[in-house]
């Protein structure tokens, strides 16, 4: 609408409005009647907001909407605001000084249309939202399906006194937070409790609340309960508390058979799930929380699929007797974070229950040792497992899988594995489990101190011939902060990934190749060798060599690997790196070649170049006889070499080089850089679109220019940056990595 009070007054004079929908953020702007009585009686459909602007989305489903923002003088002139009320169908009130005006003066009529009510940040000292102990209506909000209570700070109890029977008897969705006073939703003398069409119940930052549901009913009235989220209540101690007399604590167990999510967080006195109210107040809580798992035989979740637990005091979350073979059989997610005391997450007796379990999360759970309780772990099956992410578990020593050997079933799925912050396991996979993963999509493992190899040394049972561990599937592989990692794996067997794109090796100071040979470790007198480094002959021994293979590989990235003195050996099997798109070194200071010449056909889709600070780099390709008369770079299109401080050129033999497609060239801080290359450089200007600072030195080709500017001291500067877009790695990977992932 406008903003003067005639554009308001004016709807006086639409004699069949039957529709009306307008927000008046200014309350000043709202006159007492803007509408007539006839009018309002009238309107089959409306949506008025007054004292701000809603997105009426939420509310899209009810023909009646209204919106009261810090607009308490409009409710006490009374008037056609307060005549809406009766119709309403949802209301919003947010910020009034004195709720109390609105819920009062109507609470004879109970908000017979009312569907969904929201209460927001609105003072008036209410205890509670009904009182039917001084006056007894014969219904009380019998259509509400939405109830949404925030930021009330006196309110202690929604109900108080005995609930006419069809009170709430609608009610699907209730939302609580912020209300610091609540001590219970309802306590009926008769029971009651409004609880048979509940599907939806989040409650945040109520304090003081001891329990969440209290009633002996509950056992038959959270039959259609299918959400819900507990969130910073400090006092919480069970989510369900039954009299120890009452009918309900004589049943073998409780149901609740349409709960599909269950979130507890920040709950630090929680308990457990479900408790009598006479033992929990008679134990000790030092005892109950010494020897009661959180789920005990109790209640039972047929159809639970979602389950996230953080920070919660507790040491155990499951029963250790058998739990009906219904419970938990539908479970698919699974997530821990941040329960600081627990020590095992699935008793011994639970691995049959969880086949349907598909995604599983552990984080920062300190004192966590194992996941399966005890060493017998061969009779846990995951067939389903699709997702496992263990993070910052400093204890964990071991999962179910590397302790025995398994049937596939437990990984015959696992598509997405990422390992974090696990300091106390030495290494991942079994020998026996590696031979498992044939899904496997996803590896990521990082900062585990003391993990020195991925795969573990085999134990070969006699008769039995594995010549090679295939990972079929394995797209992307990243290996990071790892500061004992020696290798992927020392072993007899070849390796091989066949669907493999992206590999990234950061910060392992102590990783000196990536598959190794077994008889090293009969070697530790010679400190292996310096570090695995060279052979018996004294050969320095490559990174990559024959018993790997990888044809399918994109992206390489190779970061502080202190050990590494060699990446490739000068032959390698055919199929092995011919699509390496994207190579980057850096910061591998004892590093001497980053390629042999020899290697170059192998390297054929070669796009993109980067080698820096490696401390003892002098040329970037190595001398190779017999490679023939010229050496070509067919499509790499960005070259650079920076903060190389003994490089003297990128190529010292006397072979042509030739790069049809090289765009950008950026060198960086390479003092001793006397020549790009010996033999002759067939890189003409006009194809190169960056230079760079090398620009304003151009002397008609790369290999004078290089020699023009070491003369004059520049190559050791810290050069300039240009501002202009060049082709860099991020251009590319969509593009590519779905052109090699079609490949493989």
Wanted: hydrophobic content about 40%; charged content about 25%.
């Amino acid at each position: 609408m406008g903003r003067n009070n005639a554009s308001l007054t004016e709807l006086k004079h639409l004699s069949y409005l039957r529709t009306l929908e307008i927000q008046v953020p200014d309350v000043e702007l709202c006159p007492k009647n803007f509408l007539s009585k006839n009018q309002i009686n009238q309107l089959i459909e409306y949506k008025i907001a007054i004292g701000s602007r809603y997105q009426w989305s939420a509310v899209e489903n009810n023909s009646r909407a209204l919106e009261l923002s810090r607009c308490q003088s409009i409710i006490q002139e009374g008037g056609g605001v307060n005549m809406m009320l009766k119709r309403v169908e949802a209301l919003i009130l947010k910020g009034l000084e004195d709720v109390a005006t609105v819920l009062n003066y109507f609470r004879i009529d109970a908000f017979p249309n009312l569907k969904r009510l929201k209460v927001d940040g609105c003072g008036g000292k209410i205890e509670y939202l009904v009182d039917t102990t001084e006056t007894m209506p014969p219904s009380i909000f019998p259509v509400v399906e939405i109830l949404d209570l925030r930021s009330m700070q006196d309110l202690r109890q929604i109900c108080h006194g005995h609930l006419p029977s069809t009170s709430f008897s609608v009610l699907r969705e209730l939302w609580l937070d912020n209300l610091p006073e609540l001590i219970n939703l309802w306590e009926d003398p008769t029971g009651q409790a409004p609880l048979s069409s509940l599907r939806q119940v989040k409650v945040r930052n109520c304090h003081k609340m001891k329990y969440l549901f209290q009633q002996d009913i509950i056992v038959g009235d959270l039959g259609q309960l299918e959400y819900l989220n507990l969130d910073s209540c400090d006092n919480m101690e069970a989510i369900l508390a039954i009299n120890a007399e009452g009918a309900a604590a004589q049943a073998d167990e409780i149901v609740l058979h349409k709960l599909e999510e269950l979130n507890l967080e920040n709950l630090p006195n929680l308990v457990r799930f479900f408790c009598k109210t006479n033992s929990l107040a008679s134990d000790s809580s030092s005892y109950i929380r010494a020897h009661e798992p959180l789920f005990n035989r109790k209640v039972v979740f047929p159809a639970l699929e979602r389950l996230s637990l953080e920070k919660l005091d507790m040491e155990e979350i499951w029963h250790r007797q058998l739990l009906p073979a219904k419970n938990f059989n539908r479970l698919r997610e699974l997530s821990i974070n941040n329960c600081e005391h627990l020590i095992t997450i699935f008793p011994s007796n639970l691995g049959q229950l969880l086949q349907n379990l598909e995604e599983l999360f552990v984080s920062e759970c300190h004192l966590l040792e194992d996941l399966y309780e005890g060493d017998n772990a061969t009779s846990v099956t995951l067939p389903k497992i699709w997702t496992v992410c263990l993070q910052g578990l400093p204890k964990l020593k071991g999962t179910w899988w590397n302790k025995a050997c398994h049937e596939s079933r437990s990984f015959e799925n696992l598509n997405e594995l990422t390992i974090r912050g696990c300091n106390c396991m030495r290494y991942l996979f079994s020998f026996t489990t590696s031979k498992l993963l044939i899904k496997l999509h996803e590896l990521e493992i990082e900062e585990c101190d003391m993990m020195k190899e991925i795969i573990a040394i085999e134990r070969v049972e006699d008769g039995e011939v594995v010549d090679a561990i295939v990972f079929p599937k394995l797209f992307s592989l990243s290996l990071r902060r790892m500061p004992e990692l020696t290798s992927f794996y020392q072993g007899n067997c070849t390796l091989e990934f066949q669907s493999l794109v992206e590999l990234k090796i950061e910060k392992c100071p102590k990783m000196h190749t990536f598959v190794g040979s077994s008889t090293n470790r009969s070697k530790e007198a010679s400190e292996e060798r310096l570090e695995g480094q060279t052979d018996q002959e004294g050969t320095v021994k490559p990174f990559f060599n024959k018993k790997v293979v990888l044809p399918a590989l994109v992206f390489l990235t190779l970061q502080r690997l202190d050990n590494l003195k060699k990446i490739w050996e000068n032959k390698l099997p055919i199929d092995c790196f011919n699509q390496l798109s994207f190579l980057s070194v850096r910061e591998c200071n004892n590093l001497l070649q980053v390629a042999p010449s020899k290697l170059l056909p192998m390297l054929h889709y070669l796009r993109e170049l980067i080698v820096e600070e490696c401390d003892l780099v002098e040329e970037v390709l190595e001398q190779v006889e017999d490679s023939g008369g010229k050496v070509m770079f067919p499509y790499v299109q960005t070259l650079r070499l920076a903060h190389l401080p003994n490089l003297k050129s990128f190529y010292l033999g006397n072979h042509a080089l030739e790069w049809p497609f090289l765009k950008k060239v950026e060198f960086e801080d390479c003092p001793k850089m006397q020549t790009f290359s010996s033999g002759l450089l067939l890189t003409p200007k006009q194809d190169i679109s960056s230079l760079g600072w090398l620009e304003r030195f151009w002397k008609g080709d790369l290999n004078s220019t290089v020699q023009h500017v070491f003369k004059e001291g520049k190559l050791g500067e810290g050069e300039e940056k240009e501002e202009e877009e060049t082709l860099t790695t991020q251009q590319f990977p969509r593009e590519v990595c779905k052109e090699a992932e079609d490949k493989a």
